[in-house]
């Protein structure tokens, strides 16, 4: 089993930042696309980040030039900084990953439970 547990989340005034961590664990044999998501209240969610095994990166054109990906393969980590955050970004944000558990076997898709990034005005 798999699991992925976020970090980071909390209150901050428009203006601020914030990093957060997404930790996975348990059978992994290889970490494919790795993502950040988010939803607001009385929205759908919403694809935020999305970087690759080699590092490639991609936004949606709401956060481009403010929030930045990245990971550490060797401690299967995925981060998002958030800067210049607006009182609209306020979301539950979650971490997903495409994982491969053992070699030979095909990707599966997984979810962390979420936190919440609150941006006051």
């Known amino acids: 089993q798999v699991q992925l547990a976020e970090s980071g989340g909390g209150l901050v005034q428009a203006g601020g930042s914030l990093r957060l961590s997404c930790a996975a664990s348990?059978?992994?044999?290889?970490?494919?696309?790795m993502r950040w998501h988010r939803q607001a209240p009385r929205k759908g969610r919403e694809l935020v980040a999305v970087?690759?095994?080699?590092?490639?990166?991609n936004y949606a054109d709401s956060v481009k030039g403010r929030f930045t990906i990245s990971r550490d393969n060797a401690k299967k980590m995925v981060y998002l900084q958030m800067n210049s955050l607006k009182p609209e970004d306020t979301a539950v944000y979650y971490c997903n990953a495409d994982v491969i558990p053992t070699i030979g076997m095909g990707a599966e898709s997984y979810w962390g439970q979420g936190t919440q990034v609150t941006v006051s005005s």
């Open positions: 348990g059978s992994i044999f290889r970490l494919n696309d």
């Open positions: 970087i690759n095994s080699g590092g490639t990166t």
